[in-house]
């Protein structure tokens, strides 16, 4: 990022002394704020993954040219949760839903204004229920997920700071598992339409004379928020509506040793899902609204990039009996080319 510097001529021990000293002060700043950012104990997080779409300013382009990315996430759902608050496990036939996640990404902008973009995930999901029986069984089943392709519009402003995605999630992934409910496969069958919003800005907004945007200061903001609607069904079952959200502010601190770039950030991030109607076990055991709190941090060393968060959450109100998980995790590793 850019920045806006005043200096005076110094000797050349002068210049050696300050630039030991800054990057001193900058790694003690940069520890205190991690440490301040450490996550305390949380009690869970809701079903669905749309969240992990949301709160990545770090994939937000720039310039014109290409990202690739590889992302890994994970949650392990085994709290029985209802309403507002924790339930008895004997109420949910489900016990475990332990899914990870890889998604393989690219996006690239042709221009300033036009750019498109691709998402390929693969999942690795463990599931644990009670068959019809009565007995408790456990499954192992992976698959490729539902592959997403947007488009992006970047030109409502000239630092870019400002984009609109639209596209679509194709019914790529595996939802046809004999031993799980739809709602629990690792493709829902159904072809959505995608739309999105997202917005960087900077603190101050002004210096002086001066108009700043989110690359001249360190200390930036961001707001992010997707919205996924199903359009077309597959053997009678049609996913809930999902809007997620996502609103953060970090920090740049710059060069940092052998880093080339620090920030650590702290997101909020809102997730509300209607009910699943159509074939599944049960329509009213699905449904949420959630609220979570993210702290994390990016770094960059030799051109790559690598980000990561913990995803808590502080409020959550489930329709029905769900499994919910006391954390989720996000990392991506990505490279500007």
Known sequence: ????????????????????????????????????????????CACGCGVFEVGTPSLFPHEAGGTVWLEYDFQNQYLNWRATQIASAEANGDKMIRTHFFTLGA?????????????????????????????????NFNSIGDIRLEGMYTGLSEDMSTGLLGGVKVPSGWWTHSTADRDTQIGTGSTDLLLGVYHLGAFPTRLGSL??????????????ANFDLPLWEQANYTPGRE???????????????????????????????????????????????????????????????????????????????????????????????
């Open 107 to 139: 996006q690239y902008m042709f221009n300033h204004d036009w750019g498109v973009m691709a998402e390929l995930p693969y999942w690795f999901r463990y599931f644990k229920s009670t068959s019809d029986s009565g007995q408790i069984y456990g499954t």
């Open 211 to 224: 108009s700043l945007t989110f690359r001249d200061r360190p200390f930036n903001w961001f707001g992010q």
């Open 1 to 44: 990022m850019r920045r806006f510097l005043w200096s005076v001529p110094l000797t050349g021990d002068a210049i050696s002394i300050r630039r030991r000293t800054n990057a001193c002060i900058r790694l003690l700043i940069a520890t205190a704020f991690l440490i301040a950012l450490a996550p305390a104990r949380a009690w869970a």
């Open 243 to 337: 809007f997620d959200g996502a609103a953060g502010i970090y920090y740049d601190f710059g060069l940092v040793g052998p880093l080339k770039e620090l920030a650590p950030m702290v997101s909020v991030l809102w997730s509300d899902r209607t009910r699943d109607e159509g074939q599944v076990s049960d329509p009213t055991d699905s449904g949420y609204t959630r609220l979570l709190i993210a702290p994390g941090a990016e770094i960059k060393f030799w051109g790559v990039r690598l980000y990561g968060d913990i995803e808590l959450p502080f409020f959550q109100n489930m329709r029905g009996n769900q499994l919910t998980a006391p954390f989720m995790l996000k990392t991506i590793v990505s490279y500007d080319f």
